[in-house]
Every structure is written in C-alpha cells, then in structure tokens.
C-alpha cells in the first residue's frame, strides 16, 4: 500500500471515530454530565481530520505541477 493510499485509508477511520466522539458529547450533553473531556474529545480527530484531508485535497494539484 502506497502512502496515498495509507493517508486515505487514516482519514476515513478518523472521520468514523470523529462522528463516535461527536454522538458521545451529544448523549453526555442529553444527560447533562458536562465534563470538559467529553467536549475535546472530538478535537483529536478533528485536527487530524483537517491535517489529512488538506493533504487529499492538494493532492491532485501537487501531482499536476510535479508532472509539468
């Protein structure tokens, strides 16, 4: 598996924990137990989420201007 590959793979895992991580603060703020881990629990993924799809997404752009 190329790294391409790798990265894509990452980032569509990292979005189905991002979407557990957001029903998780959703059901907690339905119970109303507000704790502050709960809330940046979702902020882990989500950064990591930008990180890589940034990546995709400049990906096809890099590749235009590498192959001239």
Known sequence: ???NM???QV???LSIGFTVAVMI???AMGLEQQAIWI??????PL???????LYLFALP??????SG
């Open 61 to 66: 752009y890099a590749t235009k201007w590498r």
């Open 25 to 27: 603060n959703v059901l």
């Open 11 to 13: 980032h569509r895992w």
């Open 6 to 8: 790798w990265i894509r």
């Open 47 to 53: 950064i990591l989420l930008l990180l890589s799809g």
């Open 1 to 3: 598996m190329n790294w």
């Open 39 to 44: 809330g940046l629990m979702a902020l882990f």
